[in-house]
């Protein structure tokens, strides 16, 4: 085990440890001649007679991807093989994860297409090379959510004529199924672990069992149901219902990222429409809160005008009131007139119903008058009617009669 401040290859220089894996250690080290980091990997001696310590570095020395990090420098020391290679900053995909707890399904699309990109360069290669080992600690995120492949340690060129691996190699809860049986590690080991990688993004936490990938209640209610599908796919028990290259998932993510920011632009515009009815409305509210305002001053008015009136009106029955308790004593011609006066009033009003009665009864005369001369003028009009049918008739048959004599006299003439 290195301490800080150590120096490796006379001129590294141990700052801290960066990770460990099953394998060995990396370190972040200061070269002392150029400042400038590194990330260094200690591969421990313990593995030199199960797994080729050159297997990586001989890998990584012929690739040039952005996603994949380079070799600089290898070098042997305390009887270990130590690999110089690009420091990247930034976190694992694992410690990202859990300090910001599961990832939206727009970021989980875009590491994936970047994940796939990387994967599609191994495998373009003929032979292809199979990584064996993605999973979010191997997957380096930096500050801008760029992610770097890190750790090609057990990575190895697929080898056609060859059955199984030499050794089951792989990350518990990552490997595919069939590794277990020491199957070769192929492309679609590849597709597994990245299907249960973009799981882990989605939902904060490793499948426990392969199974549970399978099932939609393991996913969170606003995921895409056609990113779950790509997941489900991805990570199939069997080898053969999966993706059988990947291409086609970068092909159906990259359309559903399209069908996303197509959703993102209507909503947009919408939410725009919205905002500019808004305004309308609310100018439209003010005008109308004027008008309000006028017609609440109006009914105030009124109400005030009214209760003045009512207690005016009041005072006066007041005044009556009194006047009443207390009435003046009429003197007997006043009677006598008020009496002649009742009188007369009594005898213009039997007048005015005597007249009303009359002229009511000849109303009713002219009325009754009316629908008699309407009821004959009715019964006149049917006899003319009658009269012109029976006429029509009689000349029907006259004719009739007419056109038979002259049927007889043509049949004398033809005789």
């Not at 290679?85 to 694992?94: M, N, Q």
């Not at 002229?359 to 049917?382: I, V, Y």
């Amino acid at each position: 085990m290195l301490d800080p401040g150590q120096i490796l290859d006379k001129k590294y220089e141990v700052i801290k440890v960066l990770g460990r894996g099953g394998m060995g250690t990396v370190f972040l080290c200061k070269n002392n001649r150029l400042g400038n980091l590194w990330a260094v990997k200690e591969v421990n001696s313990q593995w030199k007679d199960q797994v080729d310590f050159l297997t990586e570095p001989n890998i990584l020395k012929n690739l040039s991807h952005t996603g994949i990090v380079r070799i600089t420098d290898i070098f042997y020391e305390y009887d270990n093989l130590y690999i110089v290679e690009d420091y990247i900053e930034g976190k694992t995909l694992k410690e990202y994860v859990d300090t910001n707890g599961p990832l939206s399904s727009e970021l989980v699309e875009d590491i994936s297409l970047q994940l796939c990109s990387i994967l599609d360069y191994l495998h373009s290669f003929n032979p292809p090379i199979i990584y064996r080992d993605l999973k979010p600690s191997n997957i380096m995120i930096t500050s801008n959510n760029k992610a770097v492949l890190i750790d090609f340690g057990i990575a190895r060129i697929y080898k056609e004529s060859q059955e199984g691996d030499t050794m089951i190699l792989g990350s518990k809860g990552y490997i595919a199924p069939e590794q277990l049986e020491n199957i070769q590690s192929n492309i679609q080991t590849d597709i597994y672990s990245l299907g249960v990688t973009m799981f882990f993004m989605l939902t904060g936490k490793s499948a426990s069992q392969a199974t549970e990938l399978m099932f939609d209640k393991n996913y969170p209610e606003h995921a895409p149901k056609d990113l779950v599908k790509v997941i489900q796919k991805a990570s199939a028990i069997e080898a053969e219902n999966r993706y059988s290259n990947v291409k086609l998932i970068m092909s159906e993510l990259n359309e559903i990222m399209s069908d996303e920011e197509y959703n993102k632009t209507m909503l947009i515009n919408s939410d725009e429409s919205i905002a500019e009815a808004t305004k309308t409305v609310l100018v439209k509210n003010k005008k109308l809160s004027k008008r309000i305002k006028l017609i609440i001053i109006a009914v105030l008015a009124c109400i005030i005008a009214l209760v003045i009136f009512l207690a005016l009106l009041m005072e006066n029955k007041a005044s009556v009131k009194k006047t009443s308790e207390y009435p003046a004593v009429p003197k007997a011609s006043e009677k006598t007139e008020t009496k002649q006066e009742l009188k007369m009033d009594d005898e213009k009003n039997e007048g005015e119903l005597k007249k009303q009665g009359e002229k009511s009864k000849e109303e009713l005369k002219k009325q009754e008058e009316k629908e008699r001369e309407a009821l004959k003028k009715l019964e006149e009009k049917k006899r003319e009617q009658l009269k012109k049918a029976e006429e029509k008739k009689r000349e029907e048959a006259k004719k009739a009669q007419e056109k038979a004599k002259e049927a007889e006299h043509d049949d004398k003439d033809r005789d």
